[in-house]
Each structure stands twice: as structure tokens, then as C-alpha cells.
């Protein structure tokens, strides 16, 4: 990118064993201290990180197409960011907002309420991760409403508290033997046009979902519909058009509170600010975290005044929710995606990809194993499946998934999986990475598509 300069060199290099033995030794002290729950999908460990490039203790550099999970979209040492930080912390690290409040949490508050969709008023509270986030819209929700259901969708992430967990829909590996989970969550059908019976519009897949909140729940008895406008690691499924439009209508005529869950989505990734934003909905309550603040942790959610006003004093809060330093890095990240353009830069870097994958489906024809090529800006993926079923039975193949990742990271290219059938390449590249960076990352995924299809 033309305005932006690299401390880094911004190149993919590796060489030697893969991993290094340095990343080797590493694995071997991690294996003693570190709990065996945790998984890493990448086996090296990282040194430096700048713009598109990861570089390990071993001296390769990789593309980065994941940022952590969307995390890192203005990059991971953005100059802004770092050097907010280091302003922040030679004064105070922390003192709790709850005990000795500060500016900066009100500065990112009064930001929220300019960025997130719809001009009435607004109230924030911020929080750690985006699981906080997302149980602190709920219990908002419920108060203000009274009731007690929340309403999530099948493919559904929203995080690995307890209840979260429950409101998330794939078992393993994120609930598979850690119940029991919380009640009154109920699942619906989400509108997955790849996956439909049958050419479905968006506010008929939306019908169906209140059909049957209506004669399972009862519309009375709904707090809140929980969604992704665009689904994380559900596999990055965009909802046909008019799907949200329907169900926030809906919602808002029934006293039924829309959140929309932009952790993932949020700040500038789907070439919006928020994902919402690409068919005019306006959620009550919004919850953000990932990209909000280039790497720090901090979360949010903001939403309309009269609910968030609804909760008792003392009602919502944290130790560490809006950490000054936390705040200081989100001040200069939502900097950063002003300065840069970054939702400009989101839409040009779906243009890019879209224009490669678009080829190669073409060129693989229907015998190929790209079912399905999705997504906003810089939330793209492709969904995989067997030989020859990409039109038919679109059986899905995560092996080929699984092996395309692999063979990308040791040629030099970080890529994430998703989905509930696990057959979903996932590139979430930083909206920093140079032109000639992103290419050269999607020549090794196409090559690595090519050798599996
Ligand atoms: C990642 C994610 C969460 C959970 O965020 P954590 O910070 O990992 O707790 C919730 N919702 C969505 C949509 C996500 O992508």
C-alpha cells in the first residue's frame, strides 16, 4: 500500500526444516507447562510481526491471510497503535473504570457511537473478549425485555464461556463434553444459500426461522435474536439478501432486541465499518471485539440508550473491561482505518481475490473441488467438497481443506480453516498487506487448490 511503510520486509521466505529447530525447542517446553486443550494451528513460533508478514525465531517469513482470527486489520506493530500504547502505559497501566474512571474509555465510547449503524441514541460499555461482550448483550436484552429466550442460528460462534458456549452450535471442539449449558437458548435455521434444498430468497429463509420461534417459543417469550450478519467460523456464510432486513423487522415488531454479533466482522474487515451496514440494518445492540483495537484486548457492545439505560446502576461492569492502554490502542487503530481507508482497502482486496478464485473455478470446471467462493471485502472464503459434487450432492471434504492449509504453511502462507464440515479456507489477510504481498499469497493457495483438486 502506497501510504503505508513497512518496518518489515514484506516477503515470503522459508527455507530450511520446517518447522525450524528453534520453533522445535519451543514445542518441546510448550509441551511440558502448556495444557494440552489449547491448540495452535500453526507449529512455529513468532519472533516479529508487521503489515502482511509473520516472522518466526527462526528467521522465515510467512503471508499472513488469518491476523490472528481478524484481529490484526490495521496490522500487528501499527506504529499508531504502538506508539498510543506506549504513551498510555508510562502513565497509568490500570486503575478499574468502576473505581477511578478515565477519558479514554469515554473517547472510544463516543466513537462507537458514531461508527455503529443508525443515528439514535446510544449508550457503550466495554468489556475483554468477545465472549463478555456477547453475555453482556444478553443480559441487557433480558432485562430490558423481561423475557427469558434468546434466539441463535444453526453455524452459529459466539464464543467458549459457558454461555456462550450454548449459544454457539458446533459441538466439537468447542462444547463437546463441557456441559450442561444454559437454558432457554433456542436454535434456528440460518439462510446458507450454497447449502439450500432449493433456490430459497433471503426473506423466505428468514420466515422460516420466525415460523418457528413463533409455534416453538412463542415471539412473546424472546428477548433477543443473536446473529453474525456475515458467520465466522460457521464458515463464513453470507445470508441471502433480504434475510437480516426481514428478521430485524420482525424483531423490532415483536419488542424482540436484534443484536448483531460483529466480533468478527466489525471494523472495516467486510469493507464496512460493520457487515450490518451492507442491507441498511440497524441492530439494538451490537458487540465488537477482534479488530476494535489492533491486537489488544478489549470488547464492546453498544446499543440503544433506553436499554443499556434500563440496567441498575453497579449492574454492568468488569476489573479490566476498557483498559486504559486497551483504549489508547483502539483510539489509534480506529485512526489508523480512517487514515487508510480501510474499508477501501477491504473492498480492493475482495476485488483481487475474487478475480484469482473466480479464474481458477472457472478453469477447474465442475469437476473441480470449489463448491462455493463467499464473502464481504476481507472475509472471503471457499468452500471445498469431493470431486464432481460442487453443483450436485456438494459432499463436503475437509481433508482436502485440511491438506491445502498445510501445504500453504510450509510454502510460506498462513491460512485458517472454519465451518461446521470443516471444509471452509478461510482469508482474513491483514487490510494493511501490500498488493504484491496478497498476490504472491494467492498464487500458492491457487497452486495448492490446483495439486488437491
Ligand atoms: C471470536 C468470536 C467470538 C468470541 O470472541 P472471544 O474474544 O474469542 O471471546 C464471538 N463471536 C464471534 C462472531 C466471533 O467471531
Request: proline share 5%; with cysteine; glycine share 12%.
Amino acid at each position: 500500500m502506497a501510504d503505508i511503510q513497512y518496518r518489515l520486509e514484506q516477503v515470503r521466505r522459508v527455507s530450511g526444516e520446517f518447522p525450524g529447530p528453534k520453533s522445535v525447542e519451543l514445542a518441546e517446553r510448550r509441551k511440558a507447562v502448556v495444557a494440552g486443550g489449547v491448540a495452535s494451528s500453526v507449529p512455529v513460533y513468532v519472533a516479529d510481526a508487521d503489515g502482511g508478514v509473520i516472522v518466526d525465531v527462526d528467521g522465515n517469513s510467512f503471508i499472513d491471510l488469518g491476523s490472528g482470527i481478524a484481529v490484526t486489520s490495521v496490522g500487528a506493530s501499527d506504529p499508531a497503535v504502538v506508539g498510543a500504547v506506549q504513551e498510555q502505559v508510562e502513565h497509568f497501566t490500570h486503575t478499574c473504570f468502576m473505581v477511578t474512571p478515565y477519558e479514554g474509555y469515554i473517547a472510544v465510547a463516543e466513537e462507537l457511537a458514531k461508527l455503529t449503524p443508525g443515528d439514535h441514541e446510544k449508550r457503550s460499555v466495554l468489556f475483554n473478549s468477545g465472549a463478555e461482550a456477547v453475555e453482556n448483550a444478553v443480559k441487557v436484552a433480558r432485562l430490558a425485555t423481561g423475557r427469558d429466550a434468546i434466539v441463535a442460528f444453526d453455524h452459529a460462534y459466539h464464543g467458549r464461556t459457558n454461555l456462550t458456549m450454548a449459544l454457539t452450535a458446533k459441538a466439537m471442539p468447542y462444547k463437546t463434553n463441557f456441559g450442561p449449558f444454559a437454558p432457554e437458548i433456542y436454535r434456528v435455521p440460518m439462510s446458507y444459500p450454497y447449502r439450500e434444498e432449493s433456490d430459497i430468497k433471503g426473506e423466505e429463509a428468514a420466515q422460516r426461522a420466525i415460523t418457528m420461534i413463533e409455534k416453538q417459543i412463542g415471539a412473546d417469550s424472546v428477548a433477543a435474536l443473536l446473529i453474525e450478519p456475515i458467520q465466522g467460523e460457521g464458515g463464513f456464510i453470507v445470508p441471502a439478501e433480504g434475510f437480516l432486513p426481514t428478521l430485524a423487522a420482525w424483531a423490532k415488531d415483536k419488542g424482540i432486541v436484534f443484536i448483531a454479533d460483529e466480533v468478527q466482522s466489525g471494523f472495516c474487515r467486510t469493507g464496512a465499518w460493520f457487515a450490518s451496514q451492507h442491507e441498511g440494518v440497524v441492530p439494538d445492540i451490537i458487540t465488537m471485539a477482534k479488530g476494535i483495537a489492533g491486537g489488544l484486548p478489549l470488547s464492546a457492545i453498544t446499543g440503544r440508550a433506553d436499554l443499556l439505560d434500563a440496567v441498575h446502576p453497579g449492574g454492568l461492569g468488569g476489573t479490566y473491561g476498557g483498559n486504559p492502554v486497551a483504549c489508547a490502542a483502539a483510539l489509534a487503530a480506529i485512526g489508523s482505518m480512517r487514515e487508510h481507508d480501510l474499508n477501501a482497502r477491504a473492498q480492493h482486496i475482495e476485488h483481487l481475490v475474487k478475480r484469482r478464485l473466480e479464474a481458477l473455478i472457472t478453469d477447474l470446471g465442475d469437476g473441480g473441488i470449489v463448491g462455493d467462493l463467499r464473502g464481504r471485502g476481507a472475509m472471503l472464503a471457499v468452500e471445498l467438497v469431493r470431486p464432481g459434487t460442487a453443483r450436485t450432492t456438494k459432499e463436503p471434504n475437509p481433508e482436502a481443506t485440511k491438506a491445502i492449509a498445510a501445504a500453504c504453511l510450509e510454502a510460506g502462507v498462513i491460512i485458517l480453516t472454519c465451518g461446521t464440515y470443516g471444509n471452509v479456507v478461510r482469508l482474513l489477510p491483514p487490510l494493511v498487506i501490500s498488493d504484491e504481498l496478497l498476490e504472491d499469497g494467492l498464487d500458492v493457495l491457487v497452486g495448492a487448490i490446483r495439486a488437491h483438486a
